[in-house]
């Protein structure tokens, strides 16, 4: 039996009631349970319990954090979650400090994650259209792919030792949505990403 923990980070504004991530979120919960896996979820915004959050961490085999992209990152509540949930962890069961020794000094800094068997994938909805990532000649991300632009963010799961999955994005979802091609993107994708509908990975 697999356990995937799923993490709402949408901060909700007067502009963004959330209806879009809060969308995904079902979408996951369904294809992850009719694969046979055991759902845990959280939305941020309504807070939690850090002790809690760090076992659901420790309980899940995967984890996917659903959200929209706030000022080119993390929603504020979604960073929170992440200092005081990984931070608790530190003290040895998320991670072992940095992984470095003063007696062994050939360790590398950030090699003392103790989360290796723990997948997780990004999800993300923003106003961006595809067409402006990965292109030198759009002048705003000058070339740089979506992946590019969530780099920091996954240094703080590479810190803890999680293994990536291909992160999904839905892109223009203001000026020009195409939700349900968005929502069939998304299942195809979770299914790849964690062999959902057939033997579970």
């Not at 989360?115 to 994938?121: A, G, I, L, S």
């Not at 991300?141 to 999955?165: K, T, Y």
């Amino acid at each position: 039996m697999h356990h995937v923990l799923i993490i709402n980070g949408h901060q909700p504004f007067p502009t963004s009631s959330g209806s879009l991530n809060a969308a995904f979120v079902e979408r996951a919960k369904r294809l992850f349970e009719d694969s046979g896996w055991l759902v845990r979820s959280r939305r941020v915004a309504d807070g939690w319990d850090t002790e809690e959050e760090v076992r659901n961490q420790l309980w899940a085999d995967a984890i996917l954090f659903q959200f929209p992209l706030n000022s080119m990152g993390l929603p504020w509540p979604l960073k929170r979650y992440l200092d005081e949930v990984y931070t608790a962890g530190m003290d040895g069961r998320l991670s072992k400090g940095d992984g470095r020794s003063r007696k062994d000094p050939s360790r590398q800094y950030g090699s003392g994650g103790r989360m290796t068997e723990t997948r997780y994938m990004l999800s993300l909805t923003l106003n961006a259209p595809g067409s402006a990532f990965s292109n030198p000649e759009q002048v705003f991300f000058e070339g740089r792919s979506v992946e590019d632009l969530l780099w920091p963010i996954h240094l703080n799961f590479r810190f803890f030792g999680m293994q990536a999955r291909p992160s999904f994005a839905a892109h223009d979802v203001s000026k020009a949505p195409n939700i349900e091609a968005d929502f069939e993107r998304f299942d195809d994708h979770l299914k790849q990403a964690f062999s959902l509908g057939g033997s579970a990975a």
